[in-house]
Structure formats: structure tokens, C-alpha cells
């Protein structure tokens, strides 16, 4: 069965990366360009994992994860979050609001994909 | 007694004791002719006619050597005892009379005198001496303090300032909302500039590391001042000399504190704009290379990409690349006064860097030095010396390869960088040469140094280029510096005390003063702090709508006039200004336009007075215009007020004029500056000082008393 990636970033110059790269590996891919309507998507659409950018219009990542993480029947659901700022303030924050792993941009797209891998299991 | 009825006594009593003697021997002589009855009587008669001669002759010998005696001993005496009363207090001798025995004591006492007059002398000289030196020192720390380039204050521990240099008056009270006034002052609390809190709180710090025997106790706070400056303070305390306590511990007591004050705003701006500027190049750029990093990655790894594909993906790459550039250009931009070398460049008008290149270039290398045009409003953020060192390195070596007698200097600004050229005509010198000398270690006249011509501009954050005009056979050196903004206006030297008064803005006696302890009505006179005002006013009816037009004030503190503190400031009336005024104050018109208004003077003048006695000529004319403003204003003139016209009144009663000019003239104050307000208010303050130890012959000793006195007097009852 294929697995559901969801992609919130408001960046579109990443989000054509990320989802040919997706789509290539083989995944479902779905895109949300702020946090409200990424929130909604995770919701109705029940993705395996979500790529969850910091900076985004709206709502931002840390409140999307928040929300997911209050809901029980998401608990399921992976979330790696992208951010374009590398303190380690906002990485442990990211961790402590319940992301599953994080990854600073510029990354390797190589290590993303090893990285979605790894948190579905695959 | 007095002496001479003494004397008559004296001489009385002998005469009848000489008398009784004389009648005792009649008597017997008689009993004796009676036994022999009468032998011969006429024989008898002669003897008893003998003895009354005899008698009124020892008599009148008695009187003579009685009152020689007097004279000699009892009198010259007492004479003598005035005079030594005379010398105790004037440097008069004993004179040359009385007894000998009186005179070799007389001469004693002379000489008794003459040693104490050389002991006298002696000592006035030392004290005059110490006195001297120690003006010396005082003038010597004043000085020093006014060339700080720290503000420094120093109070005593009710938080009353005993010392501040200029900085700290201008670093304290520049931008503040109080206009001209000076919040800073001799005897005024630092509470108006500083939280008490705070220094309250940094006292405690401090008590507390002495006590623990801290090797050099200090404390610190950051603060902001009223107009929105962050200082950082550090405060040292000010000890007492040490006392030993029960245990034998020695105990320092801190009578008080200095304070450095450090502006750190331009350093914390400065910070904060370096913080965000490597933020906005770290976090800032991270987006975009994440874009262009996925698309490259992404385009190597397929290969089998549609064109389509690759075309979104290079687009990509060209649109984050082109974003990048221009945030990095923007920072750039942004930044690039903090982007430069840090080095310890100080400020300095441009002109002044051309002169001393000029006087160090002839002294240095012999060559003449012609200034060209030289803009005098260019301030540069330079290294100086090192600067002058690379002039100077350039034209010995000029001179001594290209045998150049002559060189010129030129200054100009073009946009925020300043030109500084290096200019001579004749013999033409190639680019590899003039690169080689900017490389080279600089080596003028003796002084070696490891830098290179091109390490000091690099230093200033400047560039340098050595270039040719054939035509002309002109030949330069362009150094391109960065131009400064002209700096605050700090003054560099301080004005010289006036002869014979001690320097300002500092007064230690105040180590004594503890305000809170004294009710007002009950301190000597000599000991207030007050504030001496004058008004120009537009007319003499403030209820008919004449106005304040002028405040002057100056403040007394210790028995000293402030001259450095004042208040002097024109008020616009909003109201037109008669002839007849005009002719009065000579303050004209247009003097006034642009002048605040009364609204902000006045509270301004109210915080120049605050903790002080108001003191002025006629005070009650003056009064009456400040109370006719106050409510509306909110505020309240409730100190106490001296008038020293009521004064003049108390201490001369029968003089007949009490006018300013008329005091001043029996109290012999020269009048300079008469009406303008501060001109004024700085005769009342001196003919003040000169009254203090009148009224304290008069048993005005208190402000409770000098009012009293001013109550009592006729000039009081008057109204205006």
C-alpha cells in the first residue's frame, strides 16, 4: 500500500523538489501552502507523514504539530519538521512538542528521503 | 575703688595718723609743762608751733611720695594690664613708663609678644601655604575631572551630588525635557536622574562585598535616563577613614559613592545591529539554498527528467539564486558600518588631521608642505597616528628617492567618504613603485613600525591608490576615508575658575550636609541651598496680563554662587511687548519668536528649584507672577522665600533707597549684566553672600529668623 506524505511548506521553490522527489520514491503526495489548510489536510486526508515547514502564513508549524499531537486518532502520524532557522532553541522545541525528527534547510535530499524512510519504517 | 580715691585715701589716713601722732605728743608735751607748771609757756608755745610745722610738712611728704608711688607702681599697672589687653588681639608693644621694675617686666611682655606675632606669622604662612596647595589640588581635580572622558559623579549617602564633571551634565541632562535646566547640580539629589531604588539596591550590593572583604568593592546597573539613554553605571563607594570597632576589626563606613557612567546605547545598538545582521545571513539565506540545493540534487540524480521538469527546475534555481544575492546585497548594505574592521578610531575634524600632517611632514622630512583645498566640515573616524606615520613614511621616501621638494595636501568629500590627497609635480615615479612603498614596513625618522602603509588604511576602513596625470606631471596619493558626523558638541577644556573662586562642580563640605535631618526654619542661613531668580516681564501688572518674558537663576550652595549652574532662558509671551518694557530689559521682539512658552519654562524652572530656598530682589513682584501661573500648570512654588530687599530693609533700616544697585553699592558688589535676569539674579546672589554675616551681627542667624526680620520691616507691609 502506498504511503501518504503531506507537504506544508508556503515555499513553492521547495515544494516542486519535495514532491517530484516524493513522488519519484514512490509516495502519495499532497501539498498545503499554510498551516490552516495543512491542519485540515492532515485531518481529512489521514497522511502517514507530514512535512511540516516552521515559517508558514497563518499558522505556524509548531501550532500545526501541537494540534496534531492533541488529536488521539493522528497519534499514528509521523511529522518531520523543516526549518529555515538552525537554533537549537526551536529544534528542542520542535522535539518537545512531539515532532518526530527535524531537518534544517539547506539539507541533502538524499538524507530527507532516508529520513521519510526511516519514520514509516520502510 | 578706683585708684585715685585710693590715693586719697591712702594719703588721708596717713595725714591723720601723722596728725594723731603730732596731738598724742602735744597732749603729753602739755601734761608734762602743766606738772612743771608753767615754767616758761612761751617756750612751750614755740615747741607745740615746731611740731605743727613738722607735722604739715610730713604730711605734705606723705602726699608726695604716696602719689610718686601710685603713679609709678599702682597705676602704670594698670596701664599696663590694658595695654597687654590691647596686644592680645593687635600687634601693638607695651610703652616705656612706670617703675623700673615695671619696665624689665614691660620688655618681658614686649618680647613675649614679638614671639608670639613670628609664631602668628608662622603659622598664617602655613596655613596660607596649605590653603594654596590645596586650592592647587582642587583646581588640578577639577580639571582632570572636566577632561574625563567619563561622566563621573560622586555623592554623598543621602544621594546629594558632591562632584560631577561636565560629561555627566552633559550626558545626564542633554535631550531631556527640561529645558537649559540643570538636573545635575552641587547639592541636588541624584534621585531626580536615578531611581532611588536602584542606587538604593546597589548601595546594599556594595555594603555587602565590603563586608565581605571584597579587594575593590564596586557595584553595577544599567539604567535608562529621561530621555531614553541606556547607561551602564559602575559605583564604587567612598569610604571613611578606617575605625577600629570593639573587636579590634577594622570597619570601613561608606560615606558615600561615585558613580562612572557609561552610555551604552550606540555600543547596544551597535550589537543589536551586528546580532541581526548575522541572523538576517545565517537564517536568511537558509531558505533559498534549501530550494536550490532540493532542484540540483534532484536534477543530477534523474536523469530521465522531462524538459518541462528541468526547465522548473533550473527556474528554480535562477529565481532563489537572484533572491539570495539580493538579500545578501541588501544586508550589505545595511550593515556596512558595522561590517568594518574594529579598531579604536578616534573622531577628528579633517583640518586638524591636514595640519599636524603638515607640522610632522616638515619635521620629519625636510620637504615644504602646501595646503590646497582643504574642507573645513569633514570629520573623519580615523587612526590618526598611524595615519600621520603613513604621510609622513610616504613623503620621506619622495624625498629621498625622487629628490621631491615639495608636496601638497588636499581634502574634499565626495558622498560619505572623504579624499585626502598626497599631490607633487616633477619626476615621474611608476605604479609598481608607489605599490611597493604602500607594502612596505613603515620606517620614518627613527621609528620603525611592522605595518605597512596599506595595514593603517585598511585599519581606518579606507583604500589607497597612487595615480598619474601625465599632462600636468601631478602626481598623487588618494586616500579614501570614511567620513564621520561631527560629534556632539563636547567641550575639550574646561573654563578656568574665575581669580580667586574655588572651581565649581564639586564641594565636599556637602559630606556634611544631610538635608533630611533639619527642619529648614531652624538651619543657619549659611547652610541652605537656594535658588536665585530674576524675571523680565513684559509690564508690572501680571493681573492685567503682563507676562514672564526671561527666568534667570543661579543656584548658592555652601555660601559659594554657582556660576556653572544656571538658568537662563527668554519665555515667548504670546503677547505683544510694550515700548517702555523694551526700553527696560532691551529684549526685543524677535529675540522671542521661536522661544518656548511659558507652559514648558516653567515646569522647567520648577524642577531647577526643587530642595532650594527661592531667593530674589523684590520677591514678591516675582512671586506674583509665578503664582498667577502655577495652577494652571499644576505645579506648586512652596519653598521657602527670601527677599533681599526685605532684608536690606532689616539690616539698614535708615537708609532710604533699598533698590538693587543701591545695595550693591553700600555692600561694594560690582554690578555687571544689570537687567537681564540672570544678570540680576547673579547681583542678588553676591549681594546675598555679603549680607550673611551682617544679619549675623544682628542676630539673624536662621531662616526662621530672617524671615521673621523681613516680616517685621516696614517694606513688608507694602503690596505690589
Given at each position: 500500500m502506498t504511503k501518504k506524505v503531506l507537504i506544508a511548506d508556503d515555499e513553492q521553490n521547495i515544494v516542486i523538489s519535495l514532491d517530484f522527489l516524493l513522488r519519484r520514491e514512490g509516495f502519495d503526495v499532497l501539498v498545503a501552502a499554510d498551516g490552516e489548510e495543512a491542519l485540515a489536510k492532515a485531518r481529512s486526508e489521514?497522511?502517514?507523514l507530514v512535512l511540516l515547514d516552521?515559517?508558514?502564513?497563518?499558522?505556524n508549524g509548531f501550532d500545526v504539530c501541537q494540534a496534531l499531537r492533541a488529536d488521539p486518532e493522528l497519534a499514528s502520524m509521523r511529522v518531520l519538521m523543516l526549518t529555515a532557522k538552525g537554533r537549537d532553541t526551536e529544534v528542542t522545541k520542535g522535539l518537545g512538542l512531539g515532532a518526530d525528527a527535524y531537518m534544517t534547510k539547506p539539507f541533502s535530499t538524499k538524507e530527507l528521503v532516508a529520513q521519510v524512510r526511516s519514520l514509516l519504517g520502510m | 575703688m578706683n585708684p585715685r580715691r585710693k590715693l586719697v585715701c591712702l594719703t588721708a589716713g596717713t595725714c591723720l595718723f601723722l596728725i594723731t601722732l603730732v596731738l598724742i605728743t602735744a597732749a603729753l608735751l602739755l601734761v608734762g609743762g602743766a606738772l612743771e607748771s608753767g615754767r616758761d609757756p612761751s617756750a612751750a608755745e614755740g615747741r607745740i608751733f615746731g611740731v605743727v610745722v613738722l607735722t604739715l610738712a610730713s604730711c605734705w611728704l606723705a602726699w608726695v611720695l604716696l602719689s610718686k608711688l601710685h603713679e609709678n607702681y599702682l597705676r602704670a599697672t594698670l596701664r599696663m594690664a590694658e595695654e597687654v589687653d590691647a596686644l592680645i588681639s593687635s600687634g601693638t608693644r607695651l610703652g616705656e613708663y612706670g617703675s623700673p621694675e615695671l619696665r624689665v617686666l614691660g620688655h618681658a611682655v614686649n618680647r613675649l609678644a614679638a614671639a608670639r606675632d613670628v609664631l602668628a606669622g608662622d603659622v598664617a604662612e602655613r596655613v596660607r601655604e596649605a590653603r594654596a596647595s590645596l586650592e592647587q589640588e582642587r583646581s588640578r581635580l577639577a580639571a582632570l575631572m572636566a577632561e574625563l572622558d567619563r561622566s563621573v559623579v560622586v555623592c554623598n549617602l543621602d544621594g546629594r551630588v558632591l562632584l560631577y564633571n561636565q560629561r555627566a551634565q552633559q550626558e545626564l541632562?542633554?535631550?531631556?525635557?527640561?529645558?537649559?535646566?540643570?538636573?545635575?547640580?552641587?547639592?541636588?539629589?541624584?534621585y531626580h536622574l536615578f531611581d532611588r531604588s536602584l542606587i538604593a539596591h546597589a548601595l546594599e550590593r556594595l555594603q555587602h562585598k565590603l563586608n565581605s572583604d571584597a579587594e575593590r568593592p564596586s557595584a553595577q546597573f544599567v539604567t535608562a535616563t529621561r530621555s531614553g539613554k541606556l547607561l551602564l553605571a559602575h559605583m564604587s563607594p567612598v569610604l571613611a577613614a578606617e575605625r577600629i570597632d570593639q573587636e579590634d576589626a577594622p570597619v570601613s563606613e561608606i560615606t558615600g559613592f561615585v558613580l562612572i557612567l557609561d552610555d551604552i546605547t550606540a555600543t547596544n545598538e551597535r550589537d543589536a545591529r551586528r546580532d541581526a545582521l548575522i541572523q538576517s545571513l545565517t537564517e536568511g539565506g537558509r531558505g533559498p539554498l534549501g530550494s536550490i540545493r532540493a532542484a540540483a540534487e534532484t536534477l543530477s540524480e534523474f536523469a530521465d527528467i522531462s524538459p518541462e521538469q528541468r526547465e522548473r527546475f533550473l527556474g528554480v534555481i535562477q529565481d532563489e539564486a537572484r533572491a539570495l544575492s539580493r538579500h545578501l546585497e541588501g544586508a550589505a548594505k545595511a550593515f556596512s558600518d558595522d561590517l568594518?574592521?574594529?579598531?579604536?578610531l578616534e573622531e577628528m575634524l579633517g583640518a586638524d588631521l591636514v595640519n599636524a600632517a603638515v607640522r610632522r611632514i616638515g619635521e620629519r622630512s625636510g620637504l615644504a608642505v602646501k595646503v590646497d583645498t582643504?574642507?573645513?566640515?569633514i570629520w573623519l573616524r580615523i587612526d590618526s597616528f598611524g595615519l600621520l606615520q603613513a604621510l609622513s613614511f610616504l613623503t620621506t621616501r619622495l624625498h629621498d628617492e625622487?629628490?621631491?621638494r615639495e608636496v601638497r595636501l588636499a581634502l574634499s568629500l565626495g558622498g560619505r567618504l572623504a579624499q585626502l590627497d598626497l599631490m607633487w609635480f616633477g619626476t615621474s615615479m611608476n605604479n609598481e613603485t608607489a605599490m611597493a612603498w604602500e607594502l612596505d614596513s613603515m620606517t620614518t625618522g627613527g621609528e620603525a613600525t611592522p605595518l605597512s602603509v596599506r595595514e593603517v588604511i585598511d585599519r581606518c576602513n579606507g583604500e589607497i591608490w597612487f595615480q598619474r596625470e601625465r599632462v600636468s606631471h601631478r602626481a598623487f596619493y588618494r586616500i579614501l576615508l570614511p567620513a564621520a558626523d561631527?560629534?556632539?558638541?563636547?567641550?575639550?577644556s574646561i573654563q578656568l575658575?574665575?581669580?580667586?573662586s574655588r572651581p565649581e562642580?564639586?564641594?565636599?563640605?556637602?559630606?556634611?550636609?544631610?538635608?533630611?535631618?533639619?527642619?529648614?526654619?531652624?538651619?543657619?542661613l549659611s547652610e541652605l541651598a537656594y535658588t536665585v531668580f530674576d524675571t523680565e516681564t513684559t509690564g508690572l501688572q501680571p493681573s492685567e496680563g503682563d507676562e514672564i518674558i526671561q527666568i534667570g537663576a543661579t543656584r548658592i550652595v555652601n555660601r559659594r554662587l554657582l556660576h556653572n549652574e544656571c538658568f537662563d532662558q527668554l519665555v515667548d509671551p504670546q503677547h505683544m511687548l510694550s515700548r517702555e518694557s523694551i526700553g527696560i530689559?532691551?529684549?526685543?521682539?524677535d529675540l522671542l519668536v521661536g522661544q518656548p512658552t511659558i507652559d514648558t519654562v516653567l515646569p522647567a524652572f520648577h524642577a531647577f528649584c526643587a530642595d532650594t530656598v527661592l531667593l530674589a530682589h523684590n520677591a514678591a513682584f516675582d512671586m506674583r507672577f509665578l503664582q498667577l501661573k502655577q495652577q494652571a500648570l499644576g505645579l506648586n512654588f512652596d519653598q521657602p522665600v527670601l527677599d533681599t530687599l526685605l532684608l536690606s530693609a532689616a539690616l539698614?533700616?535708615?537708609?532710604t533707597s533699598h533698590r538693587l544697585e543701591a545695595i550693591a553699592e553700600r555692600l561694594g558688589v560690582s554690578v555687571i549684566g544689570r537687567h537681564t535676569a540672570l544678570g540680576d539674579a547673579m547681583v542678588t546672589g553676591e549681594i546675598f553672600l555679603k549680607m550673611l554675616p551682617l544679619l549675623a551681627g544682628i542676630g539673624i542667624h536662621t531662616l526662621r529668623q530672617a524671615r521673621e526680620a523681613s516680616q517685621r520691616t516696614y517694606h513688608a507691609r507694602l503690596k505690589y
Open positions: 489521514r497522511p502517514d516552521v515559517m508558514m502564513p497563518k499558522m | 541632562c542633554a535631550g531631556s525635557e527640561n529645558l537649559g535646566s540643570e538636573l545635575l547640580g552641587l547639592g541636588r539629589s541624584i568594518r574592521v574594529r579598531w579604536p582643504v574642507d573645513e566640515s625622487y629628490h621631491i561631527s560629534p556632539k558638541e563636547v567641550p575639550r575658575p574665575r581669580q580667586g562642580f564639586y564641594d565636599f563640605d556637602l559630606f556634611q550636609w544631610s538635608a533630611s535631618a533639619h527642619e529648614l526654619d531652624d538651619r543657619p530689559h532691551g529684549i526685543t521682539p539698614h533700616p535708615n537708609q
